[in-house]
T-cell receptor, first 112, second 110 residues
Framework: NAGVTQTPKFRVLKTGQSMTLLCAQDMNHEYMYWYRQDPGMGLRLIHYSVGEGTTAKGEVPDGYNVSRLKKQNFLLGLESAAPSQTSVYFC???????????FGPGTRLTVL | EDQVTQSPEALRLQEGESSSLNCSYTVSGLRGLFWYRQDPGKGPEFLFTLYSAGEEKEKERLKATLTKKESFLHITAPKPEDSATYLCAVQAGGAQKLVFGQGTRLTINP
């Protein structure tokens, strides 16, 4: 099992550009999450999904969109990147409501 | 509002010097408290889940305990490879998401 994988690992964008981050899990997990991690701010939830075809807003959803068309994939989109979105992005998944989340290796995004 | 506060922010120990990390929380109906370890440049790695006050869990040199207001991560006779940031998170009853603390950066000097 590969667990949770994220693509790409690194990316540099210019202000106003768009991009999509891909998260994939091979554990048949129902729940998937997108976080951002900034120095001094800890992990903050952007969006999450409790099953295929569902999405919900987290703590810091503005400027991001998500889609969960397939159970194993969770996409995070930035339509018009801003320097404030420079961060490390982590995806996580879990089997059901009671279990721990498993995290991917992260994507380091820089917006110039 | 659910909140998690970890202390200290950073802790430096000598190899073999035991200590504890603290995680204080306020949550409306605790469903679970989670401890993670994060190495630089990597994603958080799951360590423990605690569900109710009085519960304890151990793994190698680490032991996690839980009360109604806080959790402790005790590290006994640490080694340099235990150096990492340790994250605490809570899940409130009825919620499907975690609220994380800011972490404790632990450094073990040989």
């Amino acid at each position: 099992n590969a667990g949770v994988t994220q693509t790409p690992k690194f990316r540099v964008l210019k202000t106003g550009q768009s991009m999509t981050l891909l998260c994939a899990q091979d554990m048949n997990h129902e729940y998937m999450y997108w976080y951002r991690q900034d120095p001094g701010m800890g992990l903050r939830l952007i969006h999450y999904s409790v099953g295929e075809g569902t999405t919900a807003k987290g703590e810091v959803p503005d400027g991001y969109n998500v889609s969960r068309l397939k159970k194993q994939n969770f996409l995070l989109g930035l339509e018009s990147a801003a320097p404030s979105q420079t961060s490390v992005y982590f995806c996580a998944s879990k089997r059901d409501s009671y279990n721990e989340q498993f995290f991917g290796p992260g994507t380091r995004l820089t917006v110039l | 509002e659910d909140q998690v506060t970890q202390s200290p922010e950073a802790l430096r120990l000598q190899e073999g010097e035991s200590s504890s990390l603290n995680c204080s929380y306020t949550v409306s109906g605790l469903r679970g408290l989670f401890w993670y370890r994060q190495d630089p440049g990597k994603g958080p790695e799951f360590l423990f889940t605690l569900y109710s006050a009085g519960e304890e869990k151990e793994k190698e040199r680490l032991k996690a305990t839980l009360t109604k207001k806080e959790s402790f991560l005790h590290i006994t006779a640490p080694k340099p490879e235990d150096s990492a940031t340790y994250l605490c998170a809570v899940q409130a009853g009825g919620a499907q998401k975690l609220v994380f603390g800011q972490g404790t950066r632990l450094t073990i000097n040989p």
